[in-house]
C-alpha cells in the first residue's frame, strides 16, 4: 500500500481501485527514440485526444488510460470529466463523489480525462507512464489504491447534456488467409 501524502494543490483525486492497468498518459515522448527512449504514450490517441477537447483541455494533456477494467475514483473538487473508448460525453463530478469505471462496456481501452488536465511531474517533455523504464506518470507504475493525483484549474467545457461523441457501432470484418 501506497503511503498516503497529501498533493501540492487543492484539487485531487484519491484512487479507491486502480482498476487492471491505469496509467497516466498523454502523446509520449517521440523526440529521444535515438537515446533508448521509447516514444510511448496513449495507445488509443484519438479518445485521448477527444476526451481533453470534451472537458475544456489541450488535446495532448494527460489522461487516465484504462485497460479491462477501470479504477474506482474519489474526487476531492468539482470537475467536469470525459470518458472515451467507443463512446463519450463530458460529466460533472462534484467534490466528495465517487465514480466507478471499472466496467468498460465498448473496448478493452478508454481514456478519462479530467478538466484542468492530471498533474503529474514532466520527463523528457513528457507526463507518460514508461513501466519497462519506471518512470513519468505516477512514479513510473500503473495506479494503486491509496494513490493521488492532482489535477489543474478547471476549464471551461461544453454543457453536458444528452449528447455525446464516438464511433459508431458498425461491426468491422476481417479477413485472414491462412495455410493449414
Same mark, same amino acid.
Given at each position: 500500500i501506497?503511503? +498516503?501524502?497529501?498533493?501540492?494543490?487543492p484539487?485531487w +483525486?484519491?484512487? $479507491?481501485?486502480? @482498476?487492471a492497468?491505469?496509467l497516466?498518459q498523454d502523446l %509520449?515522448r517521440?523526440d529521444?527514440e535515438?537515446?533508448?527512449?521509447?516514444?510511448g504514450?496513449a495507445?488509443?490517441?484519438?479518445?485521448?485526444r477527444?476526451?481533453?477537447l470534451?472537458? @475544456?483541455?489541450?488535446e495532448?494533456?494527460a489522461?487516465?488510460? $484504462?485497460?479491462?477494467? %477501470? #479504477?474506482?475514483l474519489?474526487f476531492?473538487?468539482?470537475?467536469n470529466?470525459?470518458l472515451?473508448?467507443?463512446t463519450g460525453r463530458?460529466q460533472r463530478?462534484s467534490a466528495?463523489?465517487?465514480l466507478?469505471?471499472?466496467?468498460?462496456?465498448n473496448?478493452?481501452?478508454?481514456c478519462l480525462?479530467v478538466?484542468?488536465g492530471l &498533474?503529474?511531474?514532466?520527463v523528457? %517533455?513528457?507526463?507518460a507512464?514508461?513501466?519497462r523504464?519506471?518512470f513519468g506518470g505516477h512514479d @513510473?507504475?500503473p495506479?494503486?489504491?491509496g494513490?493521488?493525483?492532482?489535477? @489543474?484549474?478547471?476549464r471551461p467545457t461544453p454543457q453536458? %447534456?444528452?449528447w455525446?461523441?464516438? &464511433?459508431t457501432?458498425?461491426?468491422?470484418? +476481417?479477413?485472414?488467409?491462412y495455410? #493449414?
Amino acid at each position: 500500500i501506497s503511503p +498516503i501524502v497529501e498533493p501540492m494543490g487543492p484539487r485531487w +483525486i484519491e484512487v $479507491i481501485q486502480p @482498476g487492471a492497468l491505469t496509467l497516466v498518459q498523454d502523446l %509520449g515522448r517521440p523526440d529521444y527514440e535515438s537515446s533508448g527512449v521509447s516514444p510511448g504514450g496513449a495507445v488509443d490517441r484519438q479518445a485521448m485526444r477527444t476526451a481533453n477537447l470534451l472537458v @475544456g483541455n489541450d488535446e495532448g494533456a494527460a489522461v487516465l488510460e $484504462i485497460c479491462m477494467t %477501470g #479504477p474506482v475514483l474519489k474526487f476531492h473538487a468539482n470537475t467536469n470529466v470525459a470518458l472515451v473508448g467507443s463512446t463519450g460525453r463530458p460529466q460533472r463530478v462534484s467534490a466528495g463523489e465517487t465514480l466507478d469505471f471499472s466496467k468498460l462496456t465498448n473496448g478493452v481501452r478508454a481514456c478519462l480525462a479530467v478538466s484542468g488536465g492530471l &498533474r503529474v511531474p514532466t520527463v523528457l %517533455g513528457s507526463m507518460a507512464t514508461d513501466m519497462r523504464a519506471g518512470f513519468g506518470g505516477h512514479d @513510473g507504475r500503473p495506479l494503486r489504491a491509496g494513490d493521488r493525483l492532482e489535477f @489543474g484549474e478547471p476549464r471551461p467545457t461544453p454543457q453536458p %447534456g444528452d449528447w455525446h461523441v464516438g &464511433r459508431t457501432d458498425h461491426a468491422f470484418r +476481417i479477413e485472414l488467409r491462412y495455410l #493449414p
